[in-house]
Structure formats: structure tokens, C-alpha cells
Nanobody, 122 residues
Framework: HVQLVESGGGSVQAGGSLRLSCAAS????????MAWFHQTPGKERERVAS????????????FYANSVKGRFTISQDSSKNTVYLQMNNLKPEDTAMYYC????????????WGQGTQVTVS
């Protein structure tokens, strides 16, 4: 059973940066998709970034939503079983609840979710 714990959200002014962390545990797969979604009230969760990872290193090319390309970076620290979302040049429209998610098959509809962390950009 995969467990995901996010941290790093908060409030920041437009143009600022935040780094979200997602500590993963409870799995032993050679390949797993790790993703970040965001959600605002009244809207569906939207995938903003994702990557396939192995216990050793990332696999393939990360996915980024068009709205965050060039500003957000997803990365992995295998030694800590942690995935990060570095968010730069934040905009007010990035304000949302951000969720870490994981799935052993695909990134589109993950089976496992964290509790979420709020990001507010003013």
C-alpha cells in the first residue's frame, strides 16, 4: 500500500518560488509514476507534472501541463524516496491545493493520493 505525504505549501507573492515535497513509502516497484495534481474549488484535479521513476533514477521524459512548462520542475531523490515539485515564477492562477499521486501503471488516473498541501499566490 503506497503512502504519500506532501509538504512545502504556503503563501507567496507572485513571482516567488516554492518547493513541494512528497515522501513515498510502502511500495517496492521497479517502475512507478509519481505525479503532482492541483485542484481549485469547483474544478477537477488537473495533472501539472509527472514522471516515471525507478528505485534508482527517473525514467523517460517528465510531463508538464502547458500552464507550468518552463516554470515548474519535477525531480526525484531516490535516497529519500521523495519527489519534489519546484515551482518558480508563481502566478496567482497557480493558487490551488496540490496533491502528490502515484500509480504503478499510468499517470492519468493514479490510485494513490496524498492529503494535499495548499499553495496560495497573491
Amino acid at each position: 500500500h503506497v503512502q504519500l505525504v506532501e509538504s512545502g505549501g504556503g503563501s507567496v507573492q507572485a513571482g516567488g518560488s516554492l518547493r513541494l515535497s512528497c515522501a513515498a513509502s510502502g511500495y517496492a516497484y521497479d517502475k512507478i509514476c509519481m505525479a503532482w495534481f492541483h485542484q481549485t474549488p469547483g474544478k477537477e484535479r488537473e495533472r501539472v507534472a509527472s514522471m516515471y521513476t525507478s528505485p534508482i533514477s527517473p525514467l523517460g521524459i517528465p510531463f508538464y501541463a502547458n500552464s507550468v512548462k518552463g516554470r515548474f520542475t519535477i525531480s526525484q531523490d531516490s535516497s529519500k524516496n521523495t519527489v519534489y515539485l519546484q515551482m518558480n515564477n508563481l502566478k496567482p492562477e497557480d493558487t490551488a491545493m496540490y496533491y502528490c499521486a502515484a500509480d504503478i501503471a499510468a499517470c492519468d488516473y493514479p490510485d494513490y493520493w496524498g492529503q494535499g498541501t495548499q499553495v496560495t499566490v497573491s
